[in-house]
């Protein structure tokens, strides 16, 4: 069996969902050796891998989007961040292979000098992305603003349009990539596409119907459902002594100003015959008091929750929208940058459940859009069906091991 080398940014939403898979391949009996984020440490060890951290450099870059005023400003900081932590990766990486002595890598879309590192290299690689593929697709309108699909005439033209209009944002952080590429004697590429499509396999954690049906970006992107992994595996002991039909609430677990998504929730849902359940991991849980029906901690297990669940309040992360949906569950996404006004439109498409713009929130809205979304569940389940239907993490494994190992799958 083969020694495989997993590189991830230092993002929960990323470490988690790449883990599922690594687990898959542990249990076929590959040997998995993580290089992540100093809290994403502990959950690999737990799953058997062989887990250090990567230079702690790269975390110490701080993700600092949340402090833009506008979404592009938000996307173009974001890019500046992969871009400052791309040539600390090309070492970290040198490092660890050298350690490791892998037979392949798989890395985190985010890691830009990590990918540009493993391209230059002779290993036989793939990247991993947990959220929607930021590359053109016909009839996919540009990724960031989340815009609803026009298959016609005017909905080419705005996206063409549009896509113009944003390429300065989305490319912005060109200069700092193609400066870690042409330190490793690779070519400098034109545009984030390009870029990405140099990836030989894209596992993405993600299906249809949840993705826009039409949507193909080629055979090298690969959708391989949600690759769900919750960060402890124990329900809480207070989760039996609740006596309600429960609402998830979830925030980032990255800082982005989004605690107040759990305070509107809670007010929204003081009278209703439910219980809230919200998670705070990038916050504090004991700064918002929460009424009877109501319990705010940092994490919680979402699989025991969401087993309980009538509803799902999410800030629109892929990871615990799709957990929702995976289950069965509707949701009521409220959007507050980064990739969440995608995750938002998709959810509305696939009528699985509703969205609340964040400028927007208030108690009465979100209310009214939480009754809503609890009568999609039709919706939900067909979405759940949908992700059921790529195969998973054991579809997502067999990929691997063909198109990078070069084994047979029977």
């Known amino acids: 069996m083969a020694k495989i080398l997993a590189y991830t940014s230092p993002a929960l939403g990323h470490v988690l969902p790449i883990s599922a898979l690594l687990s898959e391949l542990a249990h076929r009996g590959h040997a998995i050796h993580l290089r992540t984020m100093r809290a994403g440490v ?17 975390e110490a870059i701080e993700h600092d989007d949340w402090k833009a005023n506008k979404a592009p400003d938000g996307l173009k900081r974001a890019f500046a961040v992969f871009g400052r932590r791309a040539p600390l990766e090309v070492a970290d990486l040198a490092g660890a292979i050298e350690q490791v002595s892998p037979d392949a890598l798989l890395i985190d879309v985010l890691c830009w000098g990590a990918l540009s590192a493993a391209e230059a290299g002779v290993l036989p690689w793939a990247c991993f992305s947990p959220f929607t593929p930021l590359l053109r697709a016909d009839g996919v309108p540009p990724f960031g603003p989340g815009l609803k699909p026009l298959p016609n005439m ?59 049906p039409h949507a193909d970006y080629g055979d090298a992107v690969q959708m391989i459902g949600p690759c769900a992994l919750d960060p402890a595996d124990t329900a809480p002991s207070w989760l039996t002594s609740i006596d309600r039909p429960i609402v998830l609430v979830t925030t980032s677990s990255e800082k982005q100003g989004d605690d107040n998504l759990v305070q509107t929730a809670m007010a929204a849902l003081a009278d209703e ?54 289950r069965g569950v509707p949701v009521c996404v409220v959007p507050f940058g980064r990739d969440q006004f995608e995750v938002a439109q998709r959810v509305e498409v696939a009528r699985c459940g509703t969205r609340l713009p964040a400028k927007k929130l208030s108690a009465e809205r979100l209310r009214a859009k939480v009754r809503e979304a609890m009568t999609m569940s039709d919706g939900a389940r067909r979405v759940a069906e949908g992700f059921a239907a790529t195969g998973g993490v054991a579809r997502g494994a067999d990929l691997f091991e063909q198109r990078v190992l070069g084994l047979r799958v029977s």
Request: with cysteine.
């Open 42 to 58: 502990e959950t690999g060890q737990r799953l058997g891998f062989t887990t250090d951290t990567i230079d702690p450099r790269i």
């Open 154 to 212: 005017l909905g080419r033209v705005r996206d063409a349009v549009l896509r113009t209009m944003m390429s300065g944002t989305v490319n912005s952080a060109l200069p700092a990539l193609n400066a870690a590429r042409e330190g490793l004697g690779l070519q400098r590429v034109g545009s984030m596409d390009e870029f990405w499509r140099r990836a030989p396999l894209m596992l993405v954690a993600s299906g249809k119907p949840f993705e826009y």
């Open 273 to 326: 015959p439910v219980h809230v359940v919200a998670t705070l991991p990038a916050g504090d849980p004991e700064s918002l008091p929460a009424p009877p029906n109501a319990t705010v901690c940092r994490l919680v297990p979402h699989g025991p929750v969401l087993d309980r669940a009538v509803c799902a309040i999410t800030h629109g992360g892929m990871g615990a929208t799709q957990k929702a949906l995976a």
